[in-house]
């Protein structure tokens, strides 16, 4: 999973905000998946943007890479374009 945020107000409300992360190829494109080419990730990896959830901090298990912010910017940019913003 991708967190996308976790400022006071989660902090607070123990949760984060995240969409799912898989290895597996996706044949969805953008808005629905983005493939993210962060060398700090163990595999090659696709954002699932269409599956945004919020989780409690305790579910969190541990850190094994992050995107770039340009690649946070554009999985936010695609769940804009699915909402309609």
Request: aromatic share 4%; net charge positive; with cysteine.
């Amino acid at each position: 999973m991708l967190i996308l945020s976790h400022d006071i107000f989660n902090e607070r409300s123990g949760t984060v905000v995240a969409v799912a992360l898989t290895s597996q190829p996706q044949r969805a494109g953008f808005p629905l998946t983005l493939e993210l080419r962060s060398k700090t990730l163990p595999k090659r990896s696709w954002v699932k943007i269409s599956q945004i959830r919020t989780l409690a901090i305790e579910r969190i298990g541990k850190k094994i890479g992050k995107c770039s912010p340009e690649e946070l910017a554009t999985v936010v940019e695609g769940l804009n374009e699915i909402i309609g913003s």
